[in-house]
């Protein structure tokens, strides 16, 4: 929705979106249209760069999937601006990014259609396991978006007596909604719509000053799920944040919430 209004609205249906995939680790952009060149799909990061061999993997066999699907993105041959190693721990380096052998594992998930098209699903380790079901943050992201009250959001997971983890959400909501148990329940419940039961949220916080984000406006899921937790004392350094009181007000919003 996002990508058509711009492209629509700001581009007037004639000026391209460059949508990348890449990482500080791939040294630039390995996923990437030409912008002129490429015809774009909504929502795509489009097809991959020159010598860049890209390919999925099944999340459970770690089998190398044909044609289209969706699976754990990984890079499949060496290429230039590769990074070498982690300075002074060469085994995290090997654990981390190639614990599949014969692939660089992103850490990232992909969908791929039939014309080699890829689109970025989100981390696989922001990936909930709720009563034995996979359910990816940036799924239920998507879905709470979706209401109108909603200006953004954040997913973590925290830990839940009987589902072992729950669905924990972030909003923050437009300044002239009222913020009541109606609206909250409503959040639930266009969830529940758009993916279903499995993924209703067990707990909306407000966020109104906004969510614990650095200067470069990455949001900063560490604390977000340690707040949620109840881990209050172990955040480690905030100073990086654009805004270190916002901090302050989550936990308070997050006491006495019962899980």
């Not at 929705?1 to 979106?17: F, K, L, N």
């Not at 990232?108 to 996979?134: F, K, M, P, Q």
């Not at 419940?189 to 993916?195: A, F, G, L, P, Q």
Request: charged share 25%.
């Amino acid at each position: 929705e996002a990508w058509r209004w711009y492209y629509v609205v700001v581009g007037e249906s004639h000026v391209d979106i460059s949508d990348t995939w890449w990482q500080t680790e791939t040294g630039g952009h390995l996923i990437t249209s030409l912008p002129g060149c490429t015809p774009l799909k909504p929502g795509s990061v489009t097809l991959p760069f020159f010598g860049i061999e890209p390919g999925l993997l099944d999340a459970t066999t770690l089998k190398e999937i044909d044609g289209p699907g969706e699976g754990l993105l990984v890079i499949k041959r060496p290429w230039p601006g590769q990074a070498r190693t982690i300075f002074g721990d060469g085994e995290r380096y090997e654990q981390v990014y190639f614990p599949v052998e014969g692939y660089y594992l992103t850490g990232d998930g992909a969908r791929r259609d039939e014309d080699g098209y890829y689109w970025i699903t989100g981390r696989v380790d922001d990936v909930l396991n709720v009563s034995g079901h996979r359910i990816g943050t940036s799924e239920v992201e998507d879905a709470v978006n979706t209401h109108p009250a909603v200006v953004e959001s954040a997913v973590v997971g925290a830990p839940h007596d009987v589902k072992g983890e729950g669905i924990y959400v972030y909003v923050t909501f437009h300044t002239h909604v009222t913020i009541d148990k109606a609206l909250l329940t409503s959040v639930k419940e266009t969830v529940r719509k758009v993916i279903g039961p499995l993924a209703t949220p067990d707990h909306v916080h407000p966020a109104q000053s906004g969510l614990p984000k650095t200067r470069s406006g990455k949001i900063m899921r560490r604390i977000l799920r340690k707040i949620a937790a109840g881990t209050f004392d172990d955040l480690d350094d905030v100073t990086t944040l654009a805004d270190p009181g916002i901090v302050a007000e989550l936990i308070e919003g997050r006491k006495g919430v019962s899980m």
